[in-house]
């Protein structure tokens, strides 16, 4: 599991978290209305504050935790998608030339080898 897995699937962890604090702010405030002890609107401003602030708050947490991910990445020198991307097109290059190579090789000895029999003959 590379590091971005494990940082996704803390933010869904977290979101799991403020969805069941959503309902159950939503399930006391709705409790609090049934009872008048809070007006609807008052009830419904509580709400949707407390989800505006924690969606603002969660793209603060998922900026901050990306940056964190990357100086921790660049701290213990991980490889990036884009390094590997680069090596492999590299090893691919090399693979094709060094394949060019043992071609042209084995077609000169093949030359060779024909005249060094046809000089016998």
């Not at 969805?19 to 049934?34: G, H, P, R």
């Not at 991910?69 to 290059?93: A, G, H, I, M, Y």
Request: hydrophobic content about 35%; cysteine-free; glycine content about 4%.
């Amino acid at each position: 599991m590379d590091m971005q897995e494990v940082v996704k699937k803390f933010i869904y962890t977290s979101v799991g978290l403020v969805s069941i604090t959503a309902e159950t702010l939503k399930q006391t405030v709705d409790k609090l209305v049934e009872e008048s002890k809070l007006s609807t609107d008052e009830g419904k401003k509580i709400v949707d504050e407390f989800l505006k602030n924690t969606e603002t708050k969660r793209e603060e947490f998922e900026t901050q935790l990306q940056s964190l991910v990357e100086k921790v990445s660049k701290k213990l020198k991980f490889v990036t998608e884009d390094d590997l991307n680069e090596v492999l097109k590299r090893v691919e290059k090399l693979e094709k030339a060094l394949a060019e190579q043992t071609a042209a090789q084995e077609g000169s000895k093949a030359g060779k080898a024909k005249k060094s029999e046809e000089a016998k003959a």
